[in-house]
């Protein structure tokens, strides 16, 4: 297919490919037409400028005979930027995905300032198959690491787990080991209100209470802060944006960008930035792309209208990815916004990060623009004959800087949440010993449900926090706070111990990752798993290997 679509080009010089991204509920297909090339696909986040390089690599022409247009999206994160070309292609390009596992290595210490550690990372080639990079691409893996090295040390000194995270928190002015001098850090600030609004050390007793009152019904309590790095860390070339911006006779404006709407509300902030203070109120009801322009141009929203993205109108973007959607596309809006009291009514702007640096080979410089903070606590209640567990109460402190739309930032707290809550207590994928897939529908792999979400569920911004690095002094909330959800795991860990304590064992114990009601169960400790005996020969094989 391939060959036969680079004979069109070479015999049409006017052959344009035209690759439109649409959503679809549950199929895809490729579409193949002689002068027009289709694809149909269901996307979440995306590359527009790689699939453009791929396609005209593929097919042997210049970039500038490819236009890639993406419709707004619906669904949500997945780091799937590089999977649509695979599609799309019929040749298509492996991708190399370093950038996670460098994602990864600079998340390694969460939040917790620890000289002396010293952490290798290596990739490993399998014989199944790859899967794509998740929201927070390897960070939320490597805190959980670093957040049970927290908890090992709290169980063996037998002290509160929440005295041994306060007394090694990054503070300001530390320096983390890329040697980047942390600045404006709202950690203790997050984590010291979220005790507060959680009442936990009223909980923590309450707990405790209930749990020697009850054999088999047990409760846990647990607080889990984190610090989250804003940037293309590992690129740090893509740390820009463009946007092109039309102002039309009667009044009305036309912006092209080039991030993608994919149901994060980027649109509704880059229109917000325009809003003027008379509007400002009114942030809760109206949408964030269209808010920046808005505020800029001191003009009705309605009078603002944002164009689908196309390689054709903003060149050389950058993945809507990294939680940057808002801040890189919205300065480039802010920029290109300045330039429109002049003479002509159409202008371009381009925003670039700057200061950033680093060295890949020494990982040292200054790789994030700033950093998110946050902290949860959330109380949780097991079954420890079944293994069922539910989420009694969640409180969580986020620091949003000055919020373009708290409406959709406290949607993004909220459902990076639950989308972390699938990670590590439910969604688990199970591969037989010959490959096959065994999780491939929702009959067998289970994602969070209305039944998963807390029963009292609170979100706060931590109040008077600024950024002076990111447009109208907002903060990224794409990505940073899914890693909060590791409070449930870790909630769920203290009320196995307690159960583990009943049954006269009190020494550290290793729970897995998603914590799954098997895995909770055969934890607790008790007389009937003392019972089992599993007795392996050299033919036996598990029925299923556990991805990881």
Known sequence: MAKLLKQFVQNMTRLKVDIEIKKKVTFMFCLFKIFRFKRTCNKVDFNQQLLMSCVAKALGVASNKVTVRVKRLGGGFGGKETRTASIAIPTALAALRLGVMTKALMSCSNCYNIPNVYVQCKICKTNICSSTAFRGFGAPQAMLIAETWIDHVSSFLQIDPVKVRKLNLYREGDVIFQKQILEDCKLQNCLDECLVRSDYTKRKIGVEKHNRNHRFIKRGIAVIPTMFGIGFSEAIHLNQAGALVHIYTDGSVLISHGGIEMGQGLHTK?????????????????????????????????????????????????????????????????????????????????????????????????????????????????????????????????????????????????????????????????????????????????????????????????????????????????????????????????????????????????????????????????????????????SSKPWFIDRV
């Open 270 to 538: 880059l229109l917000q930035v325009n809003l003027s203070v008379k509007l400002k109120f009114m942030i809760t009801q109206i949408f964030i792309f269209c808010q920046i322009a808005s505020r800029v141009l001191e003009i009705p929203m309605k009078k603002i209208h944002i164009s689908e993205t196309s390689t054709g109108s903003v060149p050389n973007t950058t993945a809507t990815a990294a939680s940057l959607g808002s801040d890189l596309n919205g300065m480039a809006v802010l920029v290109g916004a300045a330039y429109t009291d002049r003479v002509s009514l159409s202008a371009t702007g381009f925003y670039k990060i700057q200061g950033l640096n680093f060295d890949n080979q020494t990982y040292t410089g200054r790789p994030f623009d700033y950093f998110c903070n946050g902290a949860a606590c959330s109380e949780v209640e097991i079954d420890c004959l079944t293994g069922d567990h539910r989420v009694i109460r969640t409180d969580i402190v986020m620091d949003v800087g000055k919020s373009l739309n708290p409406s959709i930032d406290i949607g993004q707290i909220e459902g990076a949440f639950i989308q972390g809550y699938g990670l590590f207590m439910i969604e688990q994928v199970k591969i037989s010993t010959d490959g096959f897939v065994y999780t491939t529908g929702p009959g067998s792999y289970k994602v969070p449900g209305f039944i998963n979400i807390p029963n009292e569920f609170n979100v706060s911004f931590l109040q008077g926090s600024k950024n002076a690095r990111a447009v109208y002094s907002s903060k990224a909330v794409g990505e940073p706070p899914l890693f909060l959800s590791a409070s449930v795991f870790f909630a769920t860990k203290d009320a196995i111990s307690s159960a583990r304590m009943d049954a006269g064992d009190s020494t550290p114990f290793q729970l897995d990752s998603p914590a799954t009601p098997e895995r909770i169960r055969m934890a607790c400790k008790d007389s009937l798993i003392k019972r089992i005996r599993i007795k392996k020969s050299s």
